[in-house]
């Protein structure tokens, strides 16, 4: 059910399953359910566009007024914006996933003048693909979808402009999933299996992460700590001068780079934060030629500007927009495309991050992340979620899973502690939301 389908992909969707009547009357039943589960009785237009989407409204139209509500249906082009403003409940139905062009100043006005509004299967104008407005789109209370959601209903701004998501089933068989074989999920446990401690698994075993350390320790001292929480049995901060380390399980190496790179037990490397950039590219060059396992993040990702080709051979890189930004250039209308895009370049995961962060693999397999909370976006979390990464990936997790994992646990310890979290409370937040996941 995690699976995520363009409007193409749903256009194809419906013409396999064949039956439009029995969809759009499943679809319309379904809208009308949700409204009077949620409101009160009201007077109801229902602003109808020329195509399926105009056909669900009808639909819902007609099963309100079955259960007494005085419900209107107004042709969106003829429409009068007295008609919308005498209205308490609007139900957009102009536009779903045939939206091809921008939506016109006229219909804008339209959806302005509207005082609540309940979407059905998108707020006309989200484009469903990419979650960007196109022209205008209103701001829902509510949003209906059916079969499955769209990358629209999860990236920004379209996810926050359908206020409350509702998926509902409407008879859709699954066997036309088998042709489109989507390639985009929501990002839920469903994706990833977390490694298990075996009997026999000693601190090796569990996964050695190296963390190269800059003059100032805390953003690697964070990634430690997040990585021993996430089950990595060796954890060494490789610094390049001696400091005194609270941390009673952290190893502290002080070794030049190129003596720890002997060391083959040394597989997994986080390289980047506070690092400095120059150290960083130097490091990052170093370790993709002695073939590591490497997570690259902050500076290691500033240290490629305009040049991702120095991120071949990484496992698993996670840019913010902007470190995004200079290494790929702009990420234009779709941050699911650009992510996607950036993977195939560098061969490498790419997490994408943001309140709607974007895992990709090179392969084209993506996933958007949905349960980040906004306290989230405060200072040292992306080092976590660096740490995170690593853990997974060296307990032997391929890369696309370890980053799903990852930024799935981030998300969820985020929420366990709530408002105010910290970075450096998030690790001690795993270990429960991890033995959540049984
Ligand atoms: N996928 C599903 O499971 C189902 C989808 N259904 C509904 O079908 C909808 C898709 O139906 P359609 O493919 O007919 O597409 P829409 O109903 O979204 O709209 C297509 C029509 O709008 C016009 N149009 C598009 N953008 C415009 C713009 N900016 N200004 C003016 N006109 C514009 C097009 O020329 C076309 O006539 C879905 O959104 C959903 O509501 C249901 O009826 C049945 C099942
Ligand atoms: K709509």
Known sequence: MNELLTPAEMARADAAAGNVAALMDAAGRAVARAILQRYKPCSVLVLAGPGNNGGDGKVAARYLAQAGWPVRVAD??????????????????????????????????????????????????????????????PQAELTITFFRKKPGHLL??????????????????E????????????????????????????????????????????????????????????????????????????????DPLATLLQDARRHTWIVGPGLGVARAGDALAQLIAAGKTIVAD?????????????????????????????????IGPSKLEAARRAAATTGTVTILKGADTVIAAPDGRAAINTNAPAYLATGGTGDVLAGL????????MPSFEAACAAVWLHGEAARSLGPGLLAEGLPAALPQVMAALG
Request: proline content about 5%; glycine content about 10%.
């Open 156 to 173: 920004y701004p379209g996810r926050g402009l359908c206020g409350k998501l509702l998926l509902r089933d409407i008879g859709m068989p």
């Open 389 to 396: 990464s690593a853990a997974l990936l060296a307990q032997g």
């Open 298 to 330: 902050a500076d290691a990702l500033t240290a490629c500007t305009g040049a991702p080709e120095k991120l071949r051979g990484t496992a698993i890189i996670t840019p913010h927009t902007g470190e995004f930004v200079r290494v790929f250039g702009e």
């Open 175 to 254: 066997r036309v999933l088998e042709d489109i074989a989507p390639q985009a999920w929501e990002n839920t446990p469903a994706l990833f299996t977390l490694p298990r401690y075996e009997a026999t698994s000693h601190k090796y075993s569990a996964g050695d992460v190296t963390v190269l350390c800059g003059e100032l320790a805390g953003a690697a001292r964070l990634a430690c700590a997040a990585a021993r929480r996430a089950g990595a049995g060796m954890v060494t901060l490789a610094a390049t001068t001696p400091m005194v380390l609270p941390e009673a399980g952290l190893i502290l190496r002080t």
């Open 76 to 137: 969106a082009f003829t429409a009068t914006i007295e008609q919308v403003q005498r209205a308490e409940l609007v139900i957009d139905a102009i536009f779903g996933a045939g939206l091809s062009r921008d939506v016109s100043p006229q219909i804008a006005d339209l959806l302005r003048a509207a005082k609540r509004i309940v979407a059905v299967d998108v707020p006309s104008g989200v484009d469903g693909a990419t979650g960007q407005v196109r022209g205008y789109a």
